[in-house]
């Protein structure tokens, strides 16, 4: 069975025996009234909340939309502001003296938190030990409203008295309700539950007082008038139920027609043969509300819908605990997002950390497994499973083109990740910090925090790096000197701004002598330094071995083929250059791994050619040549000019090798696809030797 009704609210409270609602059905005219007790009597019934100005009725007959509207007068409170009261609740009857007396019938409304429980686990006991009951409660609130003779009512049901004239409320709001029981039993070879039924007394919320809102009678009150449109029917297939219907299942008769759902839509007049019928309304699945925008004139809404057919769903147990694993794997570091509600319907939503935890209020322990995909959650309270939704960014691997990459991509690992460092290497441990300065004093100190610095440099605000002469450095006891006198430039001589700012470094190498997949590297030794975690770089480093600079594989050629060959190609020259007595000279400092070429222009001048710096310059037989390296400003080499036989042509050739101190290497950089996230990207070499 199902109730038909209408609901209609004013914003204010209503003062008893002034409401009256009209309508009219083609030539017919039809009325409710109100008689001053929260009853409304005439063509139908209802009833009146005076103090929430809530109205509740059914007409009969009932209108169709196409009847007009309803036509409401009343009179209700005009004031500013109503009164207030609040009181702390007792578990028992209550009597409260209210600050003023004169209460106007009808106005008074009462507000209370109430506690129930929703389900019982009783565990039982085995052995010496056991496990503490548990009591899942929620709350909610519960209004009662005085009907204007004297009666408090909660739900329709009297809870209470009002004496009007003193100002004084007893009652006892709380009420006898059903809840589950959850009884641990031991069954055969295993242990078993039973769920029974039981009924309790609601509790106050004793930390919550309970408000109390009314009006005297010496309030004013004003006349209104509305109309309000007629809305369709509204059927409670599932009156006080929270159960969502399911589709499809609902069947019901109404003022001599049959009517069901199809897709949230309520169909009636459908043929046996064809399936399709008139659409007469609408249907909430979530609530089992059924809205009826037609049906037969001059229904008595008293009468109540035939439920022939409805089914509900009863629901799904909540958890504690979640566990599953992405759609994709491995996931991009924080890129996991969870969304659940809680079984006292808190939606929660919390991100993963880098470092894959999840952490939030209603989450006891919570962890991702980037690599896998797999995810772990204890709740701090059970949620429904159903409501756990996740969103993440999985990685997705390629094969490439190995003409492309420049190697064969098969032999990488398949996440596409590369170690970059291995037992056996060698590490740089080090930890940069910047110290301002904001005047500094010629012939003052500057102290740090820590000794033994690998470098020290100062730049200024405009970003120069002052002249190192511009200071000293004890790095055994980590003090800084400025000079005296103190000139602030750079080593071009442009100005220096200040404050400056100065970069200490200190630094460890390492012998690795483990690396585990997760990323923990070992070593062989303690370190010498405290190194902050997120803040300290470990950098590997590269060995060459014994490195020098020298030249090698000297010879002659009659004319250059544009082959960089270390054998002769073609004829040998007739003049030579006379290595034995004046060899090429080279430094450690100037020299670079080379091919190189001396080519005659005339039979006295010459270019100084590189295989992959190209032309560096010119020279000539009757002065030595000595170009400089633009990168460290000493020489690559240098010719004597008395090593120069004669009997040079255009076109001859010299040719040798070179090879410099420090070993030539590739840096290769690899950038993920997508849009640009940074506008600056950087990353620094070190040479590191040792003299003899």
């Excluded at 002598?513 to 470990?538: H, I, R």
């Excluded at 010879?555 to 270390?566: G, P």
Aim: proline content about 5%; overall charge negative.
């Amino acid at each position: 069975m199902a109730g038909i009704g209408m609901v209609f609210q004013p914003r204010r409270n209503i003062t008893p025996s002034t409401l009256t609602i009209d309508w009219s059905i083609g030539a017919s005219d039809y009325s409710l009234t109100d008689d001053g007790v929260g009853n409304l009597t005439g063509n139908g019934s209802g009833t009146v909340n005076y103090g929430s100005g809530q109205v509740n009725f059914k007409p009969n007959p009932a209108p169709t939309p196409a009847d007009g509207d309803y036509s409401v007068s009343y009179n209700e409170f005009s004031g500013s502001t109503k009164k207030t009261d609040s009181v702390t609740p007792t578990q028992a009857e209550i009597t409260k003296a209210l600050a003023d007396s004169d209460i106007r019938p009808g106005s008074l409304v009462v507000v209370a938190q109430i506690e129930r429980i929703k389900e019982y686990v009783d565990y039982s006991t085995y052995g010496s030990g056991g496990t503490a009951d548990e009591r899942r409660t929620y709350t909610l609130e519960a209004v009662a409203h005085d009907d204007g003779n004297g009666n408090l009512k909660r739900d329709g049901v009297i809870v209470g008295s009002v004496d009007y004239v003193a100002g004084s409320v007893t009652f006892d709001m709380r009420q006898n309700y059903n809840y589950t029981v959850l009884e641990q039993g031991s069954g055969f070879l295993a242990q078993q539950w039973k769920q029974n039924g039981t009924t309790g007394l609601e509790d106050y919320d004793t930390g919550t007082d309970i408000t109390f809102a009314y009006t005297v009678s010496s309030d004013p009150d004003t006349a209104q008038a509305k109309t309000i449109p007629i809305p369709g029917l509204k059927i409670a297939l599932i009156p006080g139920s929270p159960r969502p219907v399911i589709p499809g299942s609902v069947l019901f008769t109404f003022g001599g027609k049959t009517y069901r759902d199809r897709a949230g839509a309520i169909i009636t007049d459908w043929s046996p043969v064809t399936d399709a019928g008139t659409n007469a309304g609408s249907i909430d699945y979530s609530t089992g509300i059924v809205e009826l925008s037609t049906w037969p004139a001059s229904q008595n809404l008293g009468t109540a819908a035939n439920i022939l057919s409805c089914l509900t769903w009863r629901g799904e147990r909540t958890s504690y605990y979640s566990k599953f694993r992405t759609a994709g794997a491995p996931l991009r570091q924080a890129s996991l997002i969870l969304s659940a509600v809680t079984e006292s319907g808190v939606e929660v939503s919390v991100q993963a950390a880098t470092d894959g935890t999840l952490t939030d209020d209603a989450i006891a322990s919570g962890k991702v497994d980037t690599e896998t995909g797999i995810v772990t959650i204890e709740w701090a309270e059970p949620i429904f499973p159903t409501s756990l939704k996740y969103s993440a960014v999985a990685y997705k691997y390629l094969p490439l083109d190995p003409g492309l990459l420049g190697l064969d991509p098969t032999r990488l690992p398949s996440d596409g990740r590369v170690p970059i460092f291995l037992p056996g290497d060698v590490g740089v441990f080090s930890h940069t910090i910047e110290t301002e300065v904001a005047s500094p004093t010629a012939g003052g100190t500057l102290t740090f925090t820590r000794d033994h610095q690998a470098e020290v440099w100062v730049k200024g605000a405009n970003g120069l790096a002052l002249d190192p002469n511009s200071y000293t450095l004890d790095r055994e006891t980590g003090v800084l000197t400025w000079s005296d006198p103190l000139v602030l430039q750079d080593s071009e001589g442009a100005s220096i701004t200040t404050p400056l700012t100065v970069y200490d470094r200190v630094e460890d190498m390492v012998l690795i002598t483990d690396v585990q997949v997760s990323g923990l590297v070992g070593f062989n030794a303690q370190l010498s330094q405290a190194y902050p975690a997120g803040e300290a770089t470990l950098s590997s480093a590269i060995l060459h071995g014994d490195l020098r600079a020298r030249v090698y594989n000297i010879f002659h050629q009659a004319s250059w083929t544009s082959e960089w060959s270390d054998d002769p190609i073609g004829n040998d020259t007739t003049a030579k250059y006379n290595d034995v007595a004046y060899p090429l000279e080279i430094t450690n400092q100037g020299s670079i791994k080379e091919r190189w070429l001396i080519r005659f222009t005339t039979s006295t001048s010459f270019q100084v050619v590189g295989e992959t710096v190209g032309v560096i310059g010119n020279g000539n037989t009757s002065t030595d040549v000595a170009i400089l390296n633009p990168a460290t400003g000493a020489p690559y080499f240098t010719i004597r000019q008395e090593g120069w036989g004669t009997g040079w042509n255009a076109g001859n050739s010299l040719r040798f090798n070179t090879d410099g101190a420090q070993a030539p290497f590739w840096i290769a950089r690899t950038i993920l696809s997508g849009p640009a996230t940074a506008t600056e990207d950087s990353f620094a070499t070190q040479n590191r030797g040792d003299a003899d």
